[in-house]
């Protein structure tokens, strides 16, 4: 269903989406600016798991569930060496009042143009990038992707893939 809904919806020049990477890929390398205006290019974390996990606009319902949970796991990441980025196409005002708003502790990138979202297939629906997840090995390999992940379940899951994957 999903798939015909874009299929429609990219016809109308409604929505978007790159080439879809695949597992075992090599990640897309890319600079963006985070939400304290400092330029984030995945390719220096490399050795490092990295979560990049795409939402479709800051402060609305989901999205916020999502970043409080990946805000009350970050210790959990951290302790375990993973960076976690939170990509929109939100500008850098939106994400920054949105993270102060919440005290939420996800470094957030601002992606306007939806540029990285294609890179990694990640569809873009009326400009707004739509809910996937992807986890970046320490070799810079794409190791896992989720799409249209459930909000309130995302981070644990991610957490508990990476956890075991490392056991």
């Not at 080439?19 to 963006?32: H, N, P, V």
């Not at 873009?124 to 986890?135: A, D, M, Q, W, Y």
Request: some cysteine; hydrophobic content about 35%.
């Amino acid at each position: 269903m999903l798939k015909v809904l874009m299929a429609v919806l990219t016809f109308l020049g409604l929505a978007t989406a790159g080439q879809q990477l695949k597992e075992g890929d090599q990640a897309y390398d890319f600079t963006l600016m985070s939400d304290e205006g400092k330029p984030i290019k995945l390719s220096d974390y490399k050795g490092k798991w990295v979560v990049l996990y795409f939402y479709p606009k800051a402060d609305t319902p989901g999205c916020t569930t999502q970043a409080k949970e990946y805000t009350k796991l970050i210790d959990e990441f951290k302790k375990h060496n993973i960076q976690v980025f939170g990509i929109s196409t939100d500008d850098l005002e939106s994400i920054r009042k949105f993270k102060q708003k919440y005290n939420l502790k996800v470094t957030f990138l601002s992606d306007q143009k939806g540029e990285v979202a294609k890179a990694y297939g990640i569809p873009l629906i009326f400009g707004l990038c739509s809910r996937n997840t992807v986890i970046v090995n320490p070799q810079g390999k794409v190791e896992k992707i989720y799409r249209g992940v459930d909000p309130s379940a995302d981070a644990k899951n991610v957490l508990d893939y990476i956890t075991q994957k490392r056991s």
